[in-house]
């Protein structure tokens, strides 16, 4: 492992230290152990209702501080969801009626469990045809690729996916750390372009989504659905950055780390002609349905042989399950913004009166800072020191958090799968095989 910055017995033992702290977190009978409870950073605000700190992107509280997302859980439960279900019923028959021979939609899938659902409601109960949808982020978990092939098995849908190779993929994580403050750009931005160019090759106007805006994001609300498709969406929400503001020359970078334009266009999304001419909307069917994450897990798992698997930054063992990468995405909003994946996942669940508000600080303690395994592989494939992974997130760290110590525990026991893509996986256990074949030792002892 490359050197850390120094780890130091308390926070506040230093105050010029580096900003990033990886500390042995107190144990019981330690007497560094009287953790304070409750908010992870005392001085930020949180959404009363829930855990969602100031420092979220978007985020809007209202008069009394409650944030858009708990407004919005509110609003699920008052609205007349069988009204809704009707206007999905309409859509969907209109594009079936539409569509003649071609697909009826298009489902972009991840192989995740959200997926899984769509599929199911999709083709069992509405009886659509959709042409699945992967752009894959060529960081599928083992357990992900299992549910993304099982699921093609399981509803029989035609499926088609686009794969970028292996070392743009490893040169735009890097990049994407400094442009836009996760390892993740190349995926935020091929999930938003890749279905949209697929709808416009293969004619298909409507594409359908799973979780409602207003619930995975709190940018939007049940009260004014997403119908009308905009195509700069993902840009605006989650890539930031256009392919154009990706390119990297090799005079500036090395042409190892050099990116073109050509290698970036498969992340552009189609011309707004194109894109009209077809006459592309998309949904999500959780304007139209009751979501319920946990419920349609069990559902998906128990009828369609759905796996979980342990997902780094959370509690929750069904949401990114298909990816190695979480963690390291997750880490780097933590640092940034001073909250990680299980704040966003213990807000849900007091939401849905789950868990008590300091039962859900309880959580985010345990999880949001620690350091994920996943990190190793992404400083491996990046060429990044673990200091200059904390220092890039350093300079984009919020104002509020800026000056402040960020403490990183560490890793309890290792990760239950093993945090390689698993195409390489794959490949290593066949060549690991013949080469046990071919050893004179194997030869010998079958002689
Ligand atoms: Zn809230």
């Known amino acids: 492992m490359p050197p850390l910055p120094s780890p130091a017995p308390s926070p506040a033992a230093s105050e010029s230290g580096p900003l990033t702290r990886l500390l042995a977190r107190p144990g019981a009978g330690d007497a560094n152990a009287d953790e304070p ?4 950073f005392a001085h930020l ?10 420092t ?9 501080g409650v944030c858009q997302a708990c407004q919005s859980a509110e609003q699920k439960i008052h609205i007349d969801w069988t009204q809704r279900e009707r206007a999905l ?20 899938i991840s192989g ?3 997926s899984t659902f769509q599929l199911h409601v999709l083709t069992k109960v509405y009886g659509m045809k959709p042409l699945a949808v992967t752009f894959s982020h060529n960081w599928f978990s083992e357990t992900g690729w299992y549910n993304l092939m099982n699921s093609l098995e399981q509803f029989d849908v035609d499926h088609i996916m686009f794969t970028p190779n292996r070392k743009l993929v490893n040169k735009l994580a890097r990049h994407s750390l400094f442009g836009i403050g996760d390892a993740c750009w190349h995926c935020h931005a091929g999930v938003g372009a890749f279905p949209l160019q697929v709808a416009v090759r293969f004619n298909i106007p409507l594409l359908i989504w799973g979780e409602s805006i207003a619930e995975s994001s709190g940018r939007a609300s049940y009260l004014n659905p997403v119908r009308k498709f905009d195509r700069e969406y993902f840009t605006k929400v989650s890539a930031k950055l256009r392919p154009d503001q990706m390119v990297r020359k090799a005079e500036e970078f090395g042409a190892d780390w050099a990116v073109t334009e050509k290698d ?3 992340f552009n999304v189609p011309s707004a002609e194109d894109c009209e001419r077809v006459g592309v909307f998309g949904i999500h069917l959780g304007d139209y349905l009751f979501w319920d994450d946990e419920r349609q897990t069990e559902f998906v798992r128990d009828n369609y042989g759905w796996r979980e698997t342990q997902v780094e930054g959370s509690f929750k063992r069904y949401k990114s399950a298909e990816c190695v990468m979480p963690g390291v995405h997750d880490l780097a909003c933590y640092l940034k913004r001073g909250y990680g994946r299980a704040t966003f996942h213990a807000s849900v669940d007091v939401r849905a009166g789950l868990l008590s508000r300091d039962e859900a600080f309880e959580l985010i303690r345990e999880h949001d800072a620690v350091r994920p395994e996943g990190l190793d592989h992404y400083l491996k494939i990046t060429g990044l020191s673990e200091a200059e992974f904390f220092a890039a997130l350093e300079k984009q760290r919020r104002p509020e958090l800026q000056g402040k110590v960020i403490p990183i525990y560490e890793k309890k026991a290792p990760n ?10 794959l490949i290593e256990k066949m060549r690991a095989a013949d080469a046990k074949a ?3 030792l194997a030869s010998e002892a079958s002689a």
């Open 438 to 440: 071919a050893s004179p």
């Open 45 to 54: 605000s949180y959404c009363v209702r829930c855990c969602i700190p100031q």
């Open 264 to 266: 970036l266009e498969p």
């Open 112 to 114: 995740g469990k959200d």
């Open 416 to 425: 239950e799968e093993r945090l390689l893509p698993y195409p390489q996986q």
């Open 89 to 108: 019923r309409k859509i969907l028959d209109d594009a079936k009626a539409r569509a003649g021979s071609n697909y009826d939609c298009i489902i972009p």
């Open 56 to 64: 979220q992107e978007g985020v809007v509280f209202d008069e009394l």
């Open 37 to 40: 409870a409750g908010k992870p």
